[in-house]
């Protein structure tokens, strides 16, 4: 056994590369990307470090090549979900009386290894898999998830070393054990770094975890987990388990060893979980942990005051239209008054205009393809319905075509009642909602902006006045968990912008800091006493 007070290396968020025409990058990306779209690996499930293929198998294929498949994939029964719970309880003693530092170093090793022989892989399956562009790729799968690996584990360190005080002839401690019983880890196909993180974090402290990955992110969640064992993740400790969502969920969720519930996806699966968490509360050995993050209706407030209409225009651009819009943050509704609009319009439709869409493997396309079938009908659905009201105008956009590919062009619809459904619901896909206000209705404006979603995720004001500015942060405080000003609502970075919302955007737990791997361990308190009492008697019986 070794002996040391230890330190991880200071963390720092890992360097976005570029991908610039002739950039060495962009050459092993590219082709990277080629050999991977003429692979077609079969994913198995992976339980206590075995491969196990259950013949029940469904295509993985391209969003913007629908017939084009990239991997084939073998899903969990019942039997196989109860065999990765089985395996994580049985992993967990061994993992847990393993010293933290040796947690610590499988996550800085993945991260050295993402950043370096892994790079092209997790980013050209996260490419072809998700429809994400190289930027979008790079900046997800390769730095965030890599910032993930490196700042909890300097996290980790600064809640380890979080001692309470000591009286004279008293030592008080603070232990952070991991919880009693097993984390089962739901992930979404937006983000490869959520995918990564959402198993790992609570394993780093201690926990064992069995993941449930999105059918439409299996190719490079499947990487990841790979990228996990080579960095010398025991198995058991993490279990990967791709399966239909109920039949993960019905075997998993009642489970009485169950310890917590990590979890990003949609508002109604994660409200659906929780109430079966409730309605078997008193089957399980311990109180389940339950941290969620599902989505929202982010805002663009634009203040009269705003420093300029392009600025604003490339803010909702980049934040509406990045990775189609697919995501938590992504901006899907903006408040513009009247003056600013006519530039704001201009400047937008000249963006627009330049946005190429199609094949992500062209790096000249800035956008990609939405996910699945399912997700491009509810998205036709609401632009035809759009088109059809006298109160909408669709001023860009609104084309559809699934003939090759899932493509929904970005649209921007402007609406004369704030609180239509544009305004108001989740579409999660490149659609954004546009109300004009008129400049002596700020204030009336910016309440309608703070009540009339469910959703409290990401918002941002643009405005050079500072009593603007202050207002809008004041009116604006429960109706979003990351606030910008003057910059789109999308990008929070790992070490700089703790991540989560509350309201229906779930309970704000802030990955990507410490107060995340608070959720994932049980303090013990232990206090010993160096000379016990010899006296029964206090001195006010004297």
Known sequence: MTHGVFRVPVPTNEPIQGYAPGSPERASLSAKVASMSKEV??????????????????EVTMPHNHRHVIAKAHLAGAAEVKKAIDAAEAARHDWDALPWEERAAVLLRAADLLCGPWRDTINASTMIGQSKTCHQAEIDAACEMADFFRYNASYAVQLYQEQPESSAGVWNRLEHRPL???????????FTSIAGNLPTA????GNTAVWKPSHTALLSNYYTMKMLEAA???PG????????GPTVGNVAIPDHRLGGIHFTGSTRTFQH???????????YGQYPRIVGETGGKDFVFVHPSACGAREVAVALARGAFEFQGQKCSAASRAYVPKSLWPDVKEHLAEILSEMKMGDVADFSNFIGAVIDDKSFAKLKGAIDRAKDEANVEVVFGGECDDSEGYFIQPTVAVVQDPKHDLMRTEYFGPLLGLYVYDD???????????????????????????????KAVNTLRFAAGNFYINDKPTGAVVGQQPFGGSRASGTNDKAGSILNLLRWVSPRTIKETFAPPTDWRYPFLG
């Not at 690996?41 to 469904?58: D, F, Q, S």
């Open 41 to 58: 690996p079969e994913i198995p499930l992976i339980i206590g470090g075995e491969e196990i293929r259950t013949g029940n198998v469904v």
């Open 180 to 190: 009693d019983g097993y984390v089962l880890a739901i992930t979404p196909f937006n």
């Open 202 to 205: 609570p394993a780093l402290m």
């Open 232 to 234: 010398g993740m025991p």
């Open 237 to 244: 400790v993490i279990n990967f388990l791709p399966g239909d």
């Open 273 to 283: 979980i929780w109430k079966e968490i409730g309605d078997n509360i008193s089957g």
């Open 440 to 470: 002596d209705r700020v204030d009336e404006t910016l309440e309608l902006c703070a009540t009339t979603s469910p959703y409290a995720l990401t918002g941002a004001i643009f405005a050079d006045d500072r009593y603007a500015v202050r």
